[in-house]
């Protein structure tokens, strides 16, 4: 037995007090419910209590973990989505609580790029374990991000995409949206000021990308990690909606800075203008605005997840 997943307690040593984990659950999530109560029956095979909030209407995740963190409380467990732990992402920056994640939405990005699989019971078993993984957030105006924040073409897809077809069409959801959306796509000018250099761009799409994965299947850049220290940054400077349909499987892969109309960068900061203000996407929430200031807030959370691979 271990204290807290540290070391080895000696024979005379007291037991050590069971974990206790602040429990927010997303009940409106694509596969909410699914096994969760097998996954809570693992955390508290482990001796850890698992106290549930159930939240009210209007209520968000940052609101109760600020309200709650004083409790005694020695992680918070978010089950939800990529949306969910955008919310809560502000309060884990405030009062610094260790997180973790039972995937229940429907992209589940943060958790892919953490290697941390959809099944409830394997992702119980990896907050069991107890090992932490400090990782890095992106910021917009103030607003963290975990994922990618997006302007252009998947803000917009973002702002048409409802929860009810999230729900009812899972990845599907994604792909119907983007088709209605694609033709009707125009490209748009923007300013990208990054150490001082100006590029004045025609663009339908600038992503900031923190970590791996974004928007249901998209690579942010193939070699991104979430620990990695930077900010990839890509503009989609294409002529027509159809040049998008050839660029989808390198996006997928995250190897689509290989072509010449894409312009891709790693940077820790970036500032963004736009000749009109448009919406800024972060992790599938439409939070902020151009003009956008972005920078990356490096190792500021911790998140129980497997070991990193190493590098290479």
């Known amino acids: 037995m271990t204290a807290h997943g540290d070391r080895p307690l000696s024979l005379n040593a007291a037991p050590a007090p069971p974990r206790r984990l602040l429990l927010l659950v997303n009940r409106q999530a694509r596969n909410g419910g699914a096994a969760l109560d097998e996954a809570l029956a693992v955390l508290r095979a482990h001796d850890i209590v698992v106290e549930e909030h159930p939240c009210s209407p209007g209520q968000n995740a940052a609101e109760v973990i600020r309200a709650r963190a004083g409790e005694g409380f020695s992680a918070v467990v978010l089950g939800g989505g990529d949306g969910t732990l955008n919310a809560a992402a502000p309060a884990l920056l405030d009062t610094g609580l260790p997180f973790g994640i039972l995937p229940l939405g429907t992209a589940n990005d943060l958790a892919r790029s953490l290697g941390i699989g959809p099944d409830l019971v394997e992702a119980a078993r990896v907050i069991a374990a107890g090992h932490l993984r400090r990782i890095d957030l992106g910021e917009v105006n103030g607003k963290p991000f975990f994922n990618v924040a997006s302007i252009g073409f998947s803000a917009e897809l973002a702002g048409e995409l409802r929860a009810e077809a999230k729900k009812r069409w899972g990845r599907l959801g994604y792909a119907i949206a983007a088709f209605r959306l694609l033709r009707r796509i125009r490209p748009f ?83 963004v203008a736009t000749r009109r203000r448009m919406p800024v996407n972060t992790d599938g929430e439409l939070t902020a605005t151009t003009p956008a200031m972005f920078r990356l807030l490096p190792k500021c959370v911790s998140v129980f997840a497997p070991p990193a691979p190493p590098p290479g």
């Open 189 to 271: 000018t923007a300013w990208i000021t990054q150490e001082g250099r100006v590029r004045k761009i025609r663009t339908v799409q600038i992503s900031v990308g923190n970590g791996r994965h974004y928007g249901g299947g998209m690579t942010v850049e193939s070699s991104a990690a979430p620990d990695d220290g930077k900010l990839d940054i890509y503009s989609l400077e294409v002529g027509h909606w159809w040049r998008l349909l050839v660029l989808f499987p390198y996006l997928r892969r995250g190897t689509h800075g290989q072509w010449h109309d894409v312009r891709a960068f790693p940077a820790v900061s970036c500032a």
